[in-house]
Nanobody
Framework: QVVLVESGGGSVQAGGSLRLSCAVSGNTRSISCLGWFRQVPGKQREGVAGIDIGGSNTNYADSVKGRFTISQNNAKTRVYLQMNTLKPEDTATYYC?????????????????WGQGTLVTVTS
């Protein structure tokens, strides 16, 4: 079983930065990618970014390209989401997810585990 724990959320003014972290533990043998998602109450969950654990390929939602960067540590035990130039519309609960399949077209998919989420609030 894969366990994911997010941290780093908080409140920031528009234009500011935050760095989210997701600790990955447990049986990760079947995991090939990690992704970040976000959700606002009453709206559909949105994929933000994904990373291929083995090759470090990445993909991003158009809404965050050029502002957000996904990365992982060398031990593959943490995945990060560096968020710069934050906008009020980035306000959401951000979730980390572990997937079994990565593709250049669809990013990280076939998810095995999700974290509990961390709230990001961007004020104008």
């Amino acid at each position: 079983q894969v366990v994911l724990v997010e941290s780093g959320g908080g409140s920031v003014q528009a234009g500011g930065s935050l760095r989210l972290s997701c600790a990955v533990s447990g049986n990760t043998r079947s995991i090939s990618c990690l992704g970040w998602f976000r959700q606002v109450p009453g709206k559909q969950r949105e994929g933000v970014a994904g990373i291929d654990i083995g090759g470090s390929n990445t993909n991003y939602a158009d809404s965050v390209k050029g502002r957000f960067t996904i990365s992982q540590n060398n031990a593959k035990t943490r995945v990060y989401l560096q968020m710069n130039t934050l906008k009020p519309e980035d306000t959401a609960t951000y979730y980390c997810a572990a997937g079994r399949q990565y593709s250049s077209d669809y990013g990280c998919d076939n998810f095995e585990a999700w974290g509990q989420g961390t709230l990001v609030t961007v004020t104008s």
